[in-house]
């Protein structure tokens, strides 16, 4: 039965103003728990599935439980949005924290997402019956459910494209969690004559409101924390992109990147990478060539490739221009990449690799592809036979491919697939690996276009501090264990088998 207070609302614009905010703060909460989860733990497909059905069947429990409150409807819609508030604006946090130093993340996501989904169940039918008080059922029923709708289409917008690249996932946590607070206090201001315990609903959402903002004003503290733990070494940059998470640590004489957590090179060791995709690929061709580099945003890769004098152009797609930006300007990149952009030959297209294959002319005779690992679907479609036989298509006769395909020891049927994918594109096809001490035995294969090589015939033109003539050779002698995977299927578009082989692999060392 509804409260006489509720019936006596002069409209119902402020609560489908209310309905349209929390819509706003429910799908940017459940965006916030589904990314961190991706950026923690990979694979988004299977993180933002297990958020989202969650997350729906807690806010069925919610709506199933709005109802058993039958009066004082407004007075426990403001506790719910203060409760919303302070637990999805601290959602981040807890995230974070739940994983650097509790090591417990799933458990306290899992229990995170449901408190916030029931929480979230309330509102919509508390928002529909309190409409309803001054208005008919169908009325309110459309007018709260549209509200809804278009609140979550804002905050889905919103949340890539403004929230996330500019504020990361803490600070947009507190941000959206002072929306529910403001909610809450907007109530109380206008119907606190309608309302029981005034005092002390004005003092919980005081305290939300100042703990909230004190997130936000030490957030960059709280994060600087978080990256020391989640870090071995200390963080001396630290990024959020549109695309990605980019973070710079140092330990004396060591420097990496890593991008979502990952790790993209130790200066340590990244020469015996680079010099393995580079050299073996750039010394079986002759006369002046153009090269195509597709990812190997830091520079690291073109700084090899200088190292010919036939060098006519050099193209590198990365599709994040906060990278290559980075790799120009920051004196941590500088050091080890020897100002490779700077070289006129140099072209930078900040671009999807895939995007671009399909949408380009250009032909090339040397293709290398210095990708990350596929551990997330935008990733895996760089590793399918349409994308390699862009790939192929690009080459000029005679050209050839080199491709970097994860460890051959640690993931060693996602390397086959690879290697057999790559086949499948058309390629001549030949495998080869490297132990790199930061990354263990890494592997890479060579492609070639209307022609066949033997190892013996790599012969290393340029100064290098690993590679030999006869390392060169050796890269292509794999072990009886490694092998015993040569018969793993491909992966394509359709079927993106490597997804999970490749998780399926790296949890065992996880």
């Given at each position: 039965?509804?409260?006489?207070?509720?019936?006596?609302?002069?409209?119902?614009?402020?609560?489908?103003?209310?309905?349209?905010?929390?819509?706003?703060?429910?799908?940017?909460?459940?965006?916030?728990?589904?990314?961190?989860?991706?950026?923690?733990?990979?694979?988004?497909?299977?993180?933002?599935?297990?958020?989202?059905?969650?997350?729906?069947?807690?806010?069925?429990?919610?709506?199933?439980?709005?109802?058993?409150?039958?009066?004082?409807?407004?007075?426990?819609?403001?506790?719910?949005?203060?409760a919303?508030?302070?637990i999805?604006?601290?959602?981040?946090?807890?995230?974070?924290?739940?994983?650097?130093?509790?090591?417990?993340?799933?458990?306290?996501?899992?229990?995170?997402?449901?408190?916030?989904?029931?929480?979230?169940?309330?509102?919509?039918?508390?928002?529909?019956?309190?409409?309803?008080?001054?208005?008919?059922?169908?009325?309110?029923?459309?007018?709260?459910?549209?509200?809804?709708?278009?609140?979550?289409?804002?905050?889905?917008?919103?949340?890539?494209?403004?929230?996330?690249?500019?504020?990361?996932?803490?600070?947009?946590?507190?941000?959206?969690?002072?929306?529910?607070?403001?909610?809450?206090?907007?109530?109380?201001?206008?119907?606190?004559?309608?309302?029981?315990?005034?005092?002390?609903?004005?003092?919980?959402?005081?305290?939300?409101?100042?703990?909230?903002?004190?997130?936000?004003?030490?957030?960059?503290?709280?994060?600087?924390?978080?990256?020391r733990?989640?870090?071995?070494?200390?963080?001396?940059?630290?990024?959020?992109?549109?695309?990605?998470?980019?973070?710079?640590?140092?330990?004396?004489?060591?420097?990496?990147?890593?991008?979502?957590?990952?790790?993209?090179f130790?200066?340590?060791?990244?020469?015996?990478?680079?010099?393995?995709?580079?050299?073996?690929?750039?010394s079986?061709?002759?006369?002046?060539?153009?090269?195509?580099?597709?990812?190997?945003?830091?520079?690291?890769?073109?700084?090899e490739?200088?190292?010919?004098?036939?060098?006519?152009?050099?193209?590198l797609?990365?599709?994040?221009?906060?990278?290559?930006?980075?790799?120009?300007?920051?004196?941590?990149?500088?050091?080890?990449?020897?100002?490779?952009?700077?070289?006129?030959?140099?072209?930078?297209?900040?671009?999807?690799?895939?995007?671009?294959?399909?949408?380009?002319?250009?032909?090339?005779?040397?293709i290398?592809?210095?990708?990350?690992?596929?551990?997330?679907?935008?990733?895996?479609?760089?590793?399918?036979?349409?994308?390699?036989?862009?790939?192929?298509?690009?080459?000029?006769?005679?050209?050839?491919?080199?491709?970097?395909?994860?460890?051959p020891?640690?993931?060693?049927?996602?390397?086959?697939?690879?290697?057999?994918?790559?086949?499948?594109?058309?390629?001549?096809?030949?495998?080869?690996?490297?132990?790199?001490?930061?990354?263990?035995?890494?592997?890479?294969?060579?492609?070639?276009?209307?022609?066949?090589?033997?190892?013996?015939?790599?012969?290393?033109?340029?100064?290098?501090?690993?590679?030999?003539?006869?390392q060169?050779?050796?890269?292509?002698?794999f072990?009886?264990?490694?092998?015993?995977?040569?018969?793993?299927?491909?992966?394509?578009?359709?079927?993106?088998?490597?997804i999970?082989?490749?998780?399926?692999?790296?949890?065992?060392?996880?």
């Amino acid at each position: 039965m509804e409260t006489k207070g509720n019936r006596n609302f002069s409209n119902k614009i402020p609560f489908l103003t209310c309905a349209f905010v929390v819509a706003i703060a429910s799908i940017v909460y459940e965006l916030i728990i589904g990314g961190i989860s991706s950026y923690l733990l990979g694979n988004s497909v299977y993180q933002f599935s297990i958020t989202i059905g969650l997350f729906m069947t807690s806010m069925g429990l919610g709506s199933l439980f709005s109802k058993y409150i039958e009066e004082d409807l407004i007075f426990k819609f403001m506790l719910i949005e203060v409760a919303l508030a302070l637990i999805g604006g601290s959602c981040g946090l807890i995230l974070f924290y739940s994983y650097a130093v509790l090591n417990s993340y799933l458990p306290i996501m899992f229990l995170l997402t449901v408190i916030i989904g029931t929480l979230t169940g309330f509102e919509l039918p508390l928002v529909t019956r309190i409409v309803g008080s001054f208005n008919q059922l169908k009325d309110a029923l459309a007018n709260a459910t549209a509200a809804d709708y278009i609140g979550g289409l804002i905050g889905s917008i919103a949340f890539p494209i403004l929230l996330l690249p500019r504020l990361g996932f803490i600070k947009t946590s507190y941000i959206i969690g002072i929306l529910n607070i403001i909610v809450a206090a907007y109530l109380f201001i206008k119907y606190k004559g309608n309302l029981r315990k005034n005092k002390m609903i004005f003092i919980v959402i005081m305290l939300v409101i100042v703990i909230l903002m004190i997130g936000v004003f030490t957030v960059d503290d709280t994060e600087a924390f978080l990256e020391r733990k989640l870090y071995r070494d200390k963080v001396v940059f630290s990024s959020q992109t549109e695309y990605q998470k980019i973070v710079i640590t140092e330990d004396r004489d060591d420097i990496r990147l890593f991008l979502n957590g990952n790790i993209q090179f130790s200066s340590k060791d990244e020469y015996r990478y680079h010099e393995s995709l580079v050299h073996p690929a750039l010394s079986l061709l002759d006369g002046d060539k153009k090269i195509l580099i597709l990812g190997g945003g830091d520079g690291l890769a073109i700084r090899e490739v200088l190292k010919y004098s036939d060098i006519q152009e050099i193209d590198l797609v990365d599709l994040d221009k906060s990278v290559t930006d980075l790799a120009k300007t920051s004196e941590y990149l500088l050091k080890f990449n020897q100002d490779s952009f700077s070289d006129k030959r140099v072209k930078i297209i900040n671009q999807d690799a895939y995007q671009y294959l399909e949408t380009s002319k250009k032909k090339y005779d040397v293709i290398l592809v210095d990708l990350p690992d596929p551990n997330n679907e935008s990733l895996n479609k760089l590793y399918t036979v349409t994308f390699y036989r862009f790939v192929y298509e690009h080459l000029n006769d005679q050209g050839i491919m080199a491709a970097q395909s994860t460890s051959p020891y640690f993931a060693a049927e996602c390397f086959w697939i690879i290697h057999n994918t790559i086949k499948e594109a058309g390629f001549y096809t030949s495998p080869y690996h490297v132990y790199i001490p930061s990354f263990g035995d890494w592997g890479f294969n060579i492609g070639t276009k209307g022609f066949r090589f033997n190892p013996a015939d790599i012969k290393i033109k340029v100064a290098t501090k690993f590679l030999t003539d006869q390392q060169a050779e050796n890269l292509f002698v794999f072990g009886q264990d490694i092998l015993n995977e040569k018969t793993a299927d491909i992966n394509t578009l359709i079927r993106p088998i490597l997804i999970r082989t490749y998780y399926n692999a790296w949890e065992e060392y996880n």
